[in-house]
């Protein structure tokens, strides 16, 4: 496929480029898509390891979502009023080949721009496209999907300092400024740490029980990697590299097990499968010691 359909790559492939160590300027001058074959390709040979490819990625992707911004809203009038921020994976620098781009936009004063709404949705989609290879989104802002994409920094600092549930407020933790007013972001993070100050042992306990009794099941046929971080974000990684797979799950499948295991420099794939089975065990048995004191 790559001999066949793609020029840039195989270009690449043939002069050794890949093989080049990547370095500061390459995070925003290299094509997106030639950083990703560099990265997987350097990770797939024991090059770099899965902490340098989660670090680069993130880097690369607030520093071009930086420059889109700062390019395209310089001559706009709310140019001074907003500020972007990412959460997730994106925010902790931990992002992986097919994470998720979660990005929150605030304006002050939204009410004085009354052209705001349409030019966010422009802005918008130039991030959608030019980072076309990670799903861009923003789901995470208050009220989810159903609200609007741009929120007035008055009613979030409100619904921060109010309304805001503890999953949401957990999500803060892995939040990052990318560009604009740094002094609006600095503020917004002020009224979170006042917000969780307040919060009681038992609140804050419910909130992390009612939201993992949602997501935790018995041990399915597919096994969640995101249950557990240290070990499995590397099998994460190679999971979505050998099998282009966007999702976080292994399908029990004993090839690819065997295949993931070869990458991992484990023995085979009952092996890995095995091992991986004990560190969720352990995973779970650790959050009930630590929530229910059990």
């Known amino acids: 496929d790559l001999f066949a359909e793609d020029k840039i790559l195989r270009e690449s492939f043939l002069s050794r480029d890949f093989l080049k160590k990547i370095i500061k ?81 605030v304006v002050r004063n939204l009410k004085k721009y009354e052209t705001i709404q349409r030019e966010f949705q422009e802005l918008f989609g130039i991030l959608k496209k030019e980072l076309s290879h990670f799903q861009v989104d923003f789901r995470l802002r208050p009220e989810g999907e159903s609200s609007q994409l741009v929120w007035d920094f008055e009613k979030y600092f409100e619904y921060i300092d109010k309304r805001a549930r503890i999953w949401e407020l957990q999500s803060f933790l892995k939040t990052r400024f990318v560009c604009g007013n740094k002094k609006l972001f600095i503020k917004l993070i002020d009224s979170f740490i006042h917000r969780t100050s307040r919060l009681t042992k038992d609140e804050i306990l419910k909130g992390i029980t009612d939201v993992r009794a949602k ?15 240290i070990f499995i974000k590397k099998l994460e990684i190679f999971n979505q590299l050998l099998f282009s797979s966007s999702s976080s799950k292994i399908a029990d499948d004993e090839l690819r097990y065997t295949k993931l295991a070869h990458m991992m420099r484990i023995k085979n794939g009952q092996t890995l499968k095995t091992k991986l089975g004990s560190i969720l065990k352990m995973n779970r048995e650790q959050f009930s010691k630590i929530i229910f004191n059990k």
Do not use: C, H
Request: hydrophobic content about 45%; glycine content about 4%; proline content about 1%.
């Open 25 to 105: 300027k390459d995070l925003t001058s290299t094509q997106l898509k030639n950083l990703i074959f560099k990265l997987g390709a350097q990770l797939s040979l024991g090059l770099i390891d899965n902490e340098t490819v989660s670090k680069n990625l993130s880097e690369s992707i607030t520093q071009r979502i930086s420059v889109l911004v700062k390019t395209n809203i310089e001559k706009l009038t709310w140019a001074k009023d907003y500020f972007i921020m990412v959460l997730g994976s994106t925010g902790m620098k931990t992002m992986s080949f097919a994470s998720d781009v979660d990005l929150i936009f």
């Open 215 to 229: 997501s935790l099941s018995s041990f399915p046929a597919e096994m969640n990697l995101i249950d557990n971080y």
